[in-house]
C-alpha cells in the first residue's frame, strides 16, 4: 500500500522521464504500470483506458516499407477492388490500340497515273503541323476528300479516286495525327477537329469553288459523317461504314461490355444531321462493317441517304467488284441532286442546318 501511495504522488509530481519514476514502474507488476499511467493521466486533465488501435488499414500500410507485405495485409474486398479497376483500365485501352496499332507507311512517288500531288500542311487545335496531299480542281468540280481506314492508306486505297481527278475533280487526301509520318497520337475527338481545321484552311489557301464531297472509307467513315455534320457540303460518301465503334468492336470480339469500349466513332448520331446526299456502300460478305450497319445509317436519315449493297463484295473490295461505278453515277448526278436538296431546304426544318461553310445552328 505504501509503495503504490509512493508512484501516485511520484507520477504527480515527478516528469514521466524523472529517474524516480521509471524506479517506481519498473519494481511493480504490469498491473501497477497502468495504475501509474492512470494517475500520470488524471494529474494532465485526460485518462487513455484504451490505447488507440494500432491495427487499422492506415497504420498498416504505415508501419511497413514491404509493399508486398501491404498488399497482403489488405482486407480481401478492398484487394479485389483494386484488382478488378486495374483490369477494366487495361482493357478499356485494347480497342483503341487494336484500331489505331496497324498504321502504312508510303511514299507518293510509288503512285501509278498521272495525277500529281501537291503537300498540303495545315496547323492544328493544339498547334501540331499535319501533312495531306491534294490535286486541285479544274472549274466547278468538287473536291472529294478522302479520310483513310485504321491503317491510313491514302495511296492505294483511293486510286479510283485519283483516277477521277482526270475529269477535272480535286482530290485531298487526309494525313492523320500519328499517321504517314505525322506527329501526335489518334484519338476520336482529336481526328474530328483536326478534320475541320484542315479544310477550313484548305478553302482559304486553295480555290474551291465547286465545294467538297466527303469520302470516308471504314474508319474513316466516321470523320467524314462528323465533319459533314457540322460543314455545307457537297455530298457524303461512306464506303464500309461502321454504325458505331461499340458494335464494330462487338462484331468482332462478341458482346463485350460498353464499359471497355472508350471511343464512340457515333456515325448514326452524325449521319441523322447531315443535310446533303449520303452514299452509303456496303459488300454483302463484309465481315467487318456487314451490310446491317448501311442499312441502320440509312434509316437515320432516309431523306438523303441511299445504300448499295454490291454482291460479293468484302470489307476491302467493294470498289473493284462494282462500288467504284456506283460512285462514279453518283457524282455525275450530284448536280442535279444538290440542286434539288438546295430547294428543299428553302422550307421546313432543313433550312436551319444548312448553313455558309464552317458554322452551325444552335440547337
Not at 504522488?9 to 524516480?20: H, L
Not at 493544339?126 to 483513310?148: C, E, H, I, M, T
Request: glycine content about 8%.
Amino acid at each position: 500500500m505504501r509503495l503504490m501511495a509512493a508512484s501516485r504522488i511520484a507520477a504527480c509530481v515527478f516528469p514521466p522521464s524523472d529517474p524516480a519514476v521509471r524506479a517506481i514502474v519498473l519494481s511493480r507488476s504490469d498491473k501497477n504500470k497502468t495504475n501509474v499511467q492512470l494517475i500520470q493521466g488524471r494529474c494532465r486533465g485526460t485518462v487513455h483506458r484504451n490505447p488507440p488501435r494500432k491495427n487499422s488499414l492506415r497504420n498498416m500500410l504505415q508501419s511497413t516499407r514491404d509493399p508486398a507485405a501491404r498488399f497482403r495485409r489488405l482486407p480481401l474486398a478492398t484487394a479485389t477492388a483494386i484488382l478488378v479497376a486495374a483490369c477494366a483500365i487495361v482493357l478499356s485501352l485494347v480497342p483503341e490500340w487494336i484500331l489505331f496499332r496497324q498504321r502504312l507507311a508510303f511514299n507518293v512517288f510509288d503512285l501509278d497515273g498521272h495525277a500529281v500531288l501537291r503537300p498540303f500542311d495545315h496547323t492544328t487545335h493544339d498547334r501540331l503541323k499535319l501533312r495531306s496531299w491534294y490535286v486541285a480542281p479544274q472549274g466547278d468540280k468538287p473536291v472529294l476528300v478522302y479520310f483513310p481506314g485504321r491503317d491510313g492508306d491514302i495511296m492505294r486505297k483511293p486510286g479510283h479516286l485519283l483516277e477521277l481527278t482526270t475529269q477535272g475533280y480535286g482530290l485531298l487526301l487526309a494525313g492523320y495525327r500519328g499517321y504517314g509520318g505525322n506527329r501526335g497520337t489518334p484519338r476520336e475527338f482529336d481526328l474530328y477537329l483536326d478534320a475541320m481545321s484542315m479544310l477550313t484552311q484548305f478553302r482559304e489557301r486553295v480555290e474551291a469553288p465547286g465545294g467538297f464531297v466527303l469520302y470516308g472509307y471504314s474508319m474513316g467513315s466516321t470523320i467524314a459523317a462528323n465533319t459533314g455534320a457540322q460543314l455545307d457540303v457537297r455530298a457524303v460518301i461512306l464506303e464500309a461504314p461502321l454504325s458505331n465503334f461499340l458494335q464494330a468492336v462487338r462484331q468482332q470480339a462478341g458482346n463485350i461490355p460498353a464499359l471497355l469500349v472508350r471511343s464512340r466513332f457515333d456515325n448514326v448520331a452524325r449521319v441523322a444531321e447531315i443535310r446533303a446526299p449520303v452514299l452509303l456502300l456496303a459488300g454483302s460478305r463484309d465481315l467487318v462493317t456487314p451490310p446491317l450497319f448501311a442499312r441502320v445509317l440509312a434509316e437515320a436519315n432516309p431523306a438523303l441517304a441511299s445504300v448499295a449493297v454490291i454482291e460479293d463484295a468484302n470489307h476491302v473490295n467493294i470498289i473493284r467488284l462494282g462500288g467504284g461505278q456506283v460512285v462514279r453515277e453518283f457524282l455525275a448526278g450530284l448536280s442535279d441532286l444538290h440542286m434539288a436538296v438546295a430547294e428543299g431546304a428553302g422550307a421546313g426544318p432543313m433550312s436551319a442546318a444548312v448553313l455558309p461553310f464552317g458554322g452551325r445552328a444552335a440547337q
